[in-house]
């Protein structure tokens, strides 16, 4: 590709070339036959968004709050693993710090929650996994909280790893990881070429359940936010329970394949919370006019996975700022087009779904 970038699809196709085949298909790939994978991005494109004119949009303003946090846009850097198979997460921090978004470091971060605390001043929150040994995640969240990380998502959707058909051919190794050094033995890391499916079954706590959550509200005194919500069953439980927030998400597709597209179950989720707690969203975001949409149906603020990635793989830290930056442009457009001055005034009314089509 001689000209730069200019869309996510450009950087995924950058990432493609840049990167050895088994680090990209295992950030690009999803479970089984990835029908989610697909879905999830297609999905959107079956929302139509539905424009005011006339309306004052001389100047746009994106920003918000998430959990009290101001943030330039509605938007957040999603916690994805092993960054620094392209580059290091601290590259991906400072990017993050510097569009004025919130990143969620992962648990299966390369580098330490301390070597990204010290990168740059920034508000991040920490995603955990739980493991059987509970007392290496405790761990973690102490360590999170102690470097001034500002929330806990507890990923929830991942009782054991979905079968991404790429890295079993691949034979992807989970790398060692320095966040969790001299907490998870080597043997549990590598055992002479463990793949990514034996190393989490070895060590993810299967057994996780919503008595649980009582657990982890004794151990941090910071918000905890559950993520892999897609059911207003589990919306509910997860507002009596008592956390500060959920994650609509199904972990990029990357787990139970046939489960429904992120935005298809949006506004079921919504519904079932009314408003006690704030919902976020990701899944196939690639668009500013995707996180429109989103917005649109409900969603406090988007998460972007993998499209961070292919930035940060085409061009490193200054590709994650890219991609971010050109989101934000979109957004700022769509809002402009279809008469919202401010994340407010993005509504219900803003978008026509497939449902709304069969109602109307
Ligand atoms: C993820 N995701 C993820 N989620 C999580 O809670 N902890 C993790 O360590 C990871 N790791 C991870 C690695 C890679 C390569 C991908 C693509 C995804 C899921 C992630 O947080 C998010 O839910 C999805 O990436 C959102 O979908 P999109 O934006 O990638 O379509």
Redesign the pocket.
Known sequence: MASEPVNVSEFQELARQALPKMYYD???GGAEDQQTLEE??KAFHRIIIRPRILVDVSRVDMSTTILGYNTSAPIMV?????HKLAHPEVATARAAAACGTIM?L???SMCTVEEVASSCNAVRFF?L?VYKKREISALMVQRAERNGFKAI?L?AD?PRLGRREADIKNKMISPQLKNLEGLVSTEVHTDKGSNMEAFASRTLDASLCWKDIGWLKSITSLPILI?GILTREDAIKAVEVGVAGI?V??????QLDYSPATITVLEEVILAVRGRIPVLF?????RGTDIFKALALGARAV?????I?YGLAAKGEDGVRRVLSMLKDELELTMALSGCCSVKDITRRHVMTEQDRLHC
């Open positions: 295992f950030y690009a999830n991005v999603a916690p994805t693993a092993l969620a992962s648990f299966t995603q996994y998502i990923t991942t993520k994650v998400s199904n972990h990029g597709a990357r990701d899944g196939g975001v690639r998460m972007i996975g993998r499209p990635i």
